[in-house]
């Protein structure tokens, strides 16, 4: 079945400073969405991706899937203490990733 | 709109009990899934729901049963808890059974088996 690699484990960030998140698949995939749980809540929606190379923004976050849709990237700009909390890909198959845990200090 | 309810929020049970974990949408959404979340390995799908009166294994069904009671309601089953079901359990639910559709997840049950 499908593998799915998510990296890193854990970031811990300056408040300001940027943070990526890399999530690979094994297989091609049809679509990757992103989620993000904050410590003690549960896993909220961030976006979706369907085309290959696409590249969409919401704010400070960079959302990419590669051109062979295998691997997707959150990117996010000047890291906030709100953006603490942990970061999910989710293939088609709604397997998930690990997740990419960010802690922030201000 | 409530989202999507799950109770209890917390539950401690002893090798061998039973329970039920109940979870209800109101958002009219045809599909409900459940996942169980341990440290470091992500969200794992149990079972999931795709319209009322079907249901599916998912990546770990092992030791669970599920019900759709109606297009609301769907509950998780532990017959004989063990220790290592202890987790936390995530309800979710979407429009429609494709992971081409947002989920919405419920606030958890934490579960501890001893």
Known sequence: ?106 | NAGVTQTPKFQVLKTGQSMTLQCAQDMNHNSMYWYRQDPGMGLRLIYYSASEGTTDKGEVPNGYNVSRLNKREFSLRLESAAPSQTSVYFCASSEEPHATYEQYFGPGTRLTVT
Not at chain 1, 73 to 80: E, G, V, Y
């Open chain 1, 1 to 106: 079945g499908q593998q799915v690699m998510q990296i890193p484990q854990y970031q811990h960030v300056q408040e300001g400073e940027d943070f990526t998140t890399y999530c690979n698949s094994s297989t091609t995939l049809s679509n990757i969405q992103w989620y993000k749980q904050r410590p003690g809540g549960h896993p909220v929606f961030l976006i979706q991706l369907v085309k290959s190379g696409e590249v969409k923004k919401q704010k400070r976050l960079t959302f990419q899937f590669g051109e062979a849709k295998k691997n997707s990237s959150l990117h996010i700009t000047a890291t906030q203490t709100t953006d603490v909390g942990t970061y999910f890909c989710a293939l088609n198959d709604m397997r998930f990733g690990a997740g990419t845990r960010l802690t922030v200090k201000p």
